[in-house]
């Protein structure tokens, strides 16, 4: 088994607000992350795939595949957008980098048919990162 | 849907590696310069992981301003700008970065109760770094 992992970054803004809570709850759970007219970041975006290195092309995975379903099904959907405002996840669920690296999973799992999906991991500051393994 | 949340941070102190139970000489051997008796110190980066659930309500595993919190309280404030060697824990333990990891993990462990310790990993410089994630740890 060996595990391949491919960056990529985009930028994207947010704000963390849950319309069940009030004005107040909002402001002390979120903090400054509740200002509604959003804020940004640069997301750096690792996604990991796990599988036996094919023995005719020595690949784990085709890496132009994996670019390539990254681009469509990630990078054009999140790059340089509201998160809230423009990405169909997060009009019921709050960006958090919990949720984001959770939605590209969704994402990209039913798309990488030729590899298997170990990990996806958000860093939404380089002090700050999620991992997502599929796990219920 | 479970996650895993890694945070980073940063401090800085002094040790220096030294044995009682070994010569000058076996510890000269083992420790190379950081032997050195004035000691020497580091930027340490600690990143803690932890794990949970990501609640349905907050969309997080755990409130970054409690970790941030019990962090700063327990971790930094005890370590940062500290000589290491003159700490309790490393009164009988070599304070290597091995020993510095599992003693944060343990006071993480015991003290942090809003989502589930996986793991603390130290680097003590850029080319080198130490992971600790229990006894029975991957």
Same mark, same amino acid.
Request: with cysteine.
């Given at each position: ?6 960056k ?5 803004s947010?704000y ?5 809570f ?10 400054k992350?509740?200002?509604p ?12 795939v796990?599988?036996?290195?094919d ?11 994996l670019?390539?379903v ?39 799992a ?9 990990r996806?991991?958000?860093?939404e500051?380089?002090d ?7 796990e219920? | ?12 102190a002094?040790?220096?590696l030294?044995?009682?139970k070994?010569s000058?000489? !076996?510890n000269?051997?083992?420790y190379?310069?950081? =032997?050195?008796?004035?000691?020497h110190?580091h930027?340490?980066? $600690?990143?803690? /992981? ?9 969309g997080?595993?755990c409130?970054?301003v409690?970790?941030d919190?019990?962090?700063?309280d !327990?971790?930094l404030?005890?370590?940062d700008h500290? =000589?290491?060697?003159?700490l ?5 333990? $070599?304070?290597? /970065?091995?020993?510095?990891?599992i003693?944060?993990y343990e ?15 130290i ?12 006894e029975?740890?991957?």
């Open positions: 088994m060996v595990y391949l992992t491919r990529a970054e985009f930028s994207a947010h963390y607000h849950n319309p069940d009030t004005p107040e709850e909002n402001q002390r759970v979120f903090g992350c509740n200002n007219n959003g804020h940004g970041h640069n997301y750096t975006l690792e996604v990991t796990k599988g036996a290195v023995p005719t092309s020595g690949f784990v995975v085709d890496l132009k595949q670019k390539d990254m681009g469509r099904e990630v990078l054009d959907a999140l790059d340089h957008r509201f998160l809230n405002k423009e990405v169909p996840e997060f009009c019921t669920k709050i960006p958090t980098t919990e949720n984001l690296a959770i939605a590209i999973w969704q994402r990209l039913s798309k990488l048919t030729a590899t298997e999906l170990h996806v991991r958000v860093y500051t380089p700050l990162f999620v991992d997502f393994y599929g219920a | 849907m479970k996650a895993h949340l890694t945070r980073r941070y940063l401090f800085s002094s040790h220096r030294h044995s009682d070994m000058e000489e !076996e000269r051997l083992t190379g310069k950081c =032997n050195n008796p004035y000691g110190g930027n340490y980066m $600690v990143e803690v /992981t932890v794990s949970g659930r990501v609640d349905d309500q907050t997080m595993v409130n970054l409690d970790l919190g019990f962090v700063h !327990e971790i404030e005890r370590y500290q =000589n290491l060697n003159l309790q824990e490393f009164a009988k333990q $070599v304070p290597t /970065t091995e020993n510095l990891c003693a944060i006071i993480v462990k015991r003290g942090f109760r809003k989502a589930h310790l996986e793991k603390v990993r680097e003590e410089t850029m080319m080198n770094s130490f992971e600790y994630a229990g029975n740890g991957r």
